[in-house]
């Protein structure tokens, strides 16, 4: 039997910050290592020193190279000139896969892909939401709008990759059935990521750990740490570690609370040295897909306490004590007093590491998805 020709895979997708950028980066690694050649497109005008580093460390796996130029999150006349230049960059790397992840890189991936069908070009068109345009609403106009445009795209699209079961039950509500080929296969996480990762002698009692914008919550965050203050009956300390658009007005809130000597703000870092400074990892976000927080948290063996909101309840279980209701910031400061005073409480309430390890294994995604990938290609 002949052996598997090596793929060329285009992964586009807007900003290289959070999960999407991690999950591409693990991707990347991984096929590469199998012998398939991978390239990336996305913003340059999103990111800074930290996303710098993270794309030097794997540019040894970027045989197709990294191509930035701006990509707006916002919907814009400015668009059509990302897509013509996104075309003239795809055309000449001759990938054999483009796959889009979130709203503007699932556009970017489907239009040039069809645009290059139209020259037959023999190209797979995958996309993943990664919560993206799954984030609007049906009431509203924008909702409405993005959710015709994802009916559109279908017709431009060999098979949507869900990265949860909420994920994929969320667009068929929203959006309709995919008329499309329609999987999920689940985030995972690298061997090297496993293994508990001890914290330093200045720890803190709680960490948030992700972008600074309301979606992810660390106004929820702020508000639950007071209460958890509040229930604890002693100062407490926390740190919230990252990047974004409102930093600026979590640090009023913060001072505005008298909390500025017991909550620290910290530039986004590696994650693994955001770990070793606090032992409880608080993901308060109003909405998600399949957050890597929780499984990176998990993996190094943290408690994590966190919304009941997207694939989490996937991966800490439907019923576990450590959901809250999202935006509830006196529940969630509930449970973090909880989870402070009660020794067993961990052990109690997160996955044990064997059962998580079976289930959101890099190795794993990386394999289902090749094989979606020749699958795909196979029916063009």
């Not at 060329?8 to 807007?14: E, K």
Request: hydrophobic share 40%; glycine share 8%; proline share 5%.
């Amino acid at each position: 039997m002949a052996e598997a020709k090596p793929l060329r895979i285009v992964h586009c997708f807007r900003s290289p910050i959070g999960g999407i950028f991690r999950h591409v980066r693990d991707l990347a690694e991984l096929h590469s290592a199998a012998g398939h050649q991978v390239g990336i497109l996305c913003d340059s005008s999103t990111g800074g020193a930290h996303e710098d580093k993270l794309f030097e460390q794997i540019m040894p796996f970027l045989s197709l190279g990294v191509t930035r130029f701006p990509i707006g999150r916002s919907v814009s006349f400015k668009d059509l000139a990302a897509l013509v230049e996104s075309y003239k960059l795809i055309k000449e790397l001759q990938p054999d896969i483009l796959h889009g992840h979130g709203a503007k890189g699932g556009v970017i991936a489907r239009l040039i892909g069809s645009l290059l069908r139209v020259r037959r070009y023999r190209v797979a068109r995958l996309y993943s939401p990664h919560g993206g345009s799954l984030h609007f609403s049906r009431g509203s106009l924008s909702g409405q709008g993005v959710f015709a445009a994802e009916r559109l795209l279908e017709r431009m699209t060999e098979s949507i990759s869900f990265v949860c079961d909420y994920e994929r039950a969320t667009y068929e509500t929203k959006i309709g059935k995919p008329r499309c080929d329609a999987t999920r296969v689940y985030n995972g996480i690298s061997e090297r990521d496993f293994g508990r990762i001890a914290v330093q002698t200045d720890s803190v009692d709680f960490a948030y750990i992700g972008m600074l914008r309301d979606l992810k919550g660390p106004d929820v965050f702020i508000n639950a740490f007071a209460e958890a203050e509040r229930l604890a009956g002693r100062p407490l300390t926390a740190l919230i570690i990252g990047d974004g658009p409102d930093l600026d007005r979590y640090r009023r809130m913060v001072e505005q609370k008298g909390l500025a000597r017991r909550i620290d703000f910290r530039p986004a870092m590696p994650i693994t040295q955001a770990f070793a400074l606090s032992d409880i990892v608080v993901v308060p976000s109003r909405a998600e897909a399949m957050p890597y927080i929780v499984l990176e948290a998990l993996a190094a063996e943290k408690t994590v306490i966190a919304s009941r909101v997207g694939g989490i309840p996937e991966i800490l279980g439907s019923e576990s004590e450590a959901l809250v209701e999202p935006g509830r910031a006196d529940l969630l400061g509930a449970v973090m007093a909880q989870a402070l005073g009660d020794p067993d409480w961990s052990r109690r309430t997160m996955p044990s590491p064997e059962a998580f390890r079976s289930r959101f294994s890099a190795a794993v995604m990386a394999q289902d998805l090749e094989a979606l990938y020749r699958t795909q290609l196979s029916r063009i």
